[in-house]
């Protein structure tokens, strides 16, 4: 398996412009998580799925953001509109389940977004 | 108040230091514990977990809990240049739904 895989690997958007990133989990997996990195904050959980399943969104900033898996090996994370703010790496994630004894979450390269 | 706190750094400490890196938590529904690092332009890794109190080694590494304390850390001895990256405490929540919680992560910088 290729691992987990996203794109694309880099976006520059301008402000007011619509944004998705997309994922594809490792097969087989049964979660997949949205997280979004920055300086400041580190490392957030925005939004996770189980067996395609939103099952947590308490972590989506604001309304703007929404998500979706329609399939077992696909994703989507949408910004829209983009503002200068939501300017991160965004992480997708996938695990046979919360990474628990000798499982773990596997990351995706990350989509680095820049909003101008 | 956030679920996992974890001091940013950064940290930086000669070759062949020890390095203590440290997290709270604050949920007691909270059931295991994994350490992932971070090199720079990269996804964050896997590099230990534990489920319960006490220690655990990997080589250099030593994961420690305490319960109680609602406090983890991450030793690592004789650390190398290559050690340098930024390491993120990383906590399941097991309420019904499960979800993995990380830490700010703490940037190391270990100099030659």
């Known amino acids: 398996d290729a691992g987990v895989i996203q794109s694309p690997r880099h976006e520059v958007t301008e402000m007011g412009q619509e944004v998705t990133l997309r994922c594809k989990p490792i097969s087989g997996h049964d979660y997949l998580f949205w997280y979004r990195q920055t300086m400041m904050r580190g490392l957030e959980l925005l939004i996770y799925?189980?067996?395609?399943?939103?099952?947590?969104d308490s972590g989506m900033p604001e309304d703007r953001f929404s998500a979706k898996m329609p399939n077992a090996s696909f994703s989507t994370l949408k910004i829209q509109p983009s503002e200068p703010r939501d300017s991160a790496v965004y992480f997708c994630?996938?695990?046979?389940?919360?990474?628990?004894?000798?499982?773990?979450?596997?990351f995706g390269q990350g989509t680095r977004l820049t909003v101008v | 108040q956030k679920e996992v706190e974890q001091d940013p750094g950064p940290l930086s400490v000669p070759e062949g230091a020890i390095v203590s890196l440290n997290c709270t938590y604050s949920n007691s529904a909270f059931q295991y514990f994994m350490w992932y690092r971070q090199y720079s332009r990269k996804g964050p890794e896997l590099l230990m977990y534990?489920?319960?109190?006490g220690n655990k080694e990997d080589g250099r590494f030593t994961a420690q809990v305490d319960k109680s304390s609602k406090y983890i850390s991450l030793f690592i001895r004789d650390s190398q240049p290559s050690d340098s990256a930024t390491y993120l405490c990383?906590?399941?929540?097991?309420?019904?739904?499960?979800?993995?919680?990380f830490g700010q992560g703490t940037r190391l910088t270990i100099n030659p």
């Open positions: 994630a996938s695990s046979l389940q919360v990474p628990l004894r000798n499982t773990e979450a596997f």
């Open positions: 799925f189980n067996n395609n399943v939103p099952i947590d």
């Open positions: 534990t489920y319960s109190s």
């Open positions: 990383a906590i399941t929540i097991i309420q019904g739904a499960q979800k993995l919680v």
